[in-house]
């Protein structure tokens, strides 16, 4: 069955901002770790940011430090990126990864199915 379902995705002028939005469903609602990687064409996937479960230890990748906040609203079961002043380098695939009880740098349970999001310059 369905566990991740992304929104949000578009496109937007360098500079300009967009949230992403992903909401769980069965076991992955009660994911220890929720966060976003990302894919951009003829590269690998990147970790991009996470959330703990209370949302006290949010993690971030070097190159949207500052740019992108990961967030969670435990009772929509929802995990959000607001993203801020992109780039067109921040072009890519945006996918929501959960990870039942170890962060997601180590071990992704579940995956949606990816939203693109375009920064034209």
């Known amino acids: 069955q369905v566990q991740l379902v992304e929104s949000g995705g578009g496109l937007v002028q360098a500079g300009g901002s967009l949230r992403l939005s992903c909401a769980a469903s069965g076991r992955a609602r009660s994911s220890d770790y929720m966060g976003w990687f990302r894919q951009a064409p003829g590269k690998e996937r990147e970790f991009v940011a996470s959330?703990?479960?209370?949302?006290?230890?949010?993690d971030y990748a070097n190159s949207v430090k500052g740019r992108f906040t990961a967030s969670r609203d435990n009772a929509k079961s929802t995990v959000y990126l607001q993203m801020s002043s992109l780039k067109p380098e921040d072009t890519a695939v945006y996918y929501c990864a959960a990870g039942l009880a170890a962060p997601l740098t180590t071990r992704v349970d579940y995956w949606g199915q990816g939203t693109q999001v375009t920064v034209s310059s």
């Open positions: 959330s703990n479960w209370g949302g006290s230890t949010t």
